[in-house]
T-cell receptor
Framework: DAGVIQSPRHEVTEMGQEVTLRCKPI?????LFWYRQTMMRGLELLIY????????DSGMPEDRFSAKMPNASFSTLKIQPSEPRDSAVYFC????????????FGQGTRLTVV | AQSVTQPDIHITVSEGASLELRCNYS??????LFWYVQSPGQGLQLLLK??????LVQGIKGFEAEFKRSQSSFNLRKPSVHWSDAAEYFC?????????????FGTGTQLKVEL
């Protein structure tokens, strides 16, 4: 398996624009997670899905952020409108159901909002 | 609420020297503990994990960690560091009750290796 695939790897956008980050989890994994990493706040869980259903979105910072998982092999994280303080690295991770399993992370999308 | 503390933000060691990275956690039940490594510009790679059983766990790249319940610690060790080990290391704790994997990460320890 190619692992968790995120695109794009880098995104530079102007303030006010819509940004969409994409994630393809590992095939057969039941959970998908979106994390944000910043110098100030470290790694924060934004939202996670189980079998394509959002379970906990309490980490989503504002209504400007939304995430979807239309099927088992694809998820998006959208920011509309984007702001400079959204600049961060966004990671997607996936995991199989059950105990004794760990999360596998993608390589991240570095977002810069200018 | 669960939390993870990595008291050392930066650590510098010489190549060939031993390494210990500290991790303390706060969690109300038996924790599931992880160490991840992040190289520059890369995602997080799992080094090792503890779920139950033997409190000394072996991981990849020659790393090991020991779970000490009495000290609420899960320190990462390596007997001889290689220059390629320079990276950022994250300790994490997560429950599995009810499914999901709400990993809570520490703030990370940046490891520098001097040649």
């Amino acid at each position: 398996d190619a692992g968790v695939i995120q695109s794009p790897r880098h995104e530079v956008t102007e303030m006010g624009q819509e940004v969409t980050l994409r994630c393809k989890p590992i095939s057969g994994h039941d959970y998908l997670f979106w994390y944000r990493q910043t110098m100030m706040r470290g790694l924060e869980l934004l939202i996670y899905f189980n079998n394509n259903v959002p379970i906990d979105d309490s980490g989503m910072p504002e209504d400007r952020f939304s995430a979807k998982m239309p099927n088992a092999s694809f998820s998006t994280l959208k920011i509309q409108p984007s702001e400079p303080r959204d600049s961060a690295v966004y990671f997607c991770a996936s995991r199989k159901q059950g105990a004794n399993t760990e999360a596998f992370f993608g390589q991240g999308t570095r977002l810069t909002v200018v | 609420a669960q939390s993870v503390t990595q008291p050392d933000i930066h650590i510098t060691v010489s190549e060939g020297a031993s390494l210990e990275l500290r991790c303390n956690y706060s969690y109300g039940a038996t924790p599931y503990l992880f160490w991840y490594v992040q190289s520059p510009g890369q995602g997080l790679q799992l080094l090792l994990k503890y779920f139950s059983g033997d409190t000394l766990v072996q991981g990849i790249k020659g790393f090991e960690a020991e779970f000490k319940r009495s000290q609420s610690s899960f320190n990462l060790r390596k007997p001889s560091v290689h220059w390629s080990d320079a990276a950022e290391y994250f300790c994490a704790v997560g429950p599995f009750t009810g499914g999901g994997n709400k990993l809570t990460f520490g703030t990370g320890t940046q490891l520098k290796v001097e040649l």
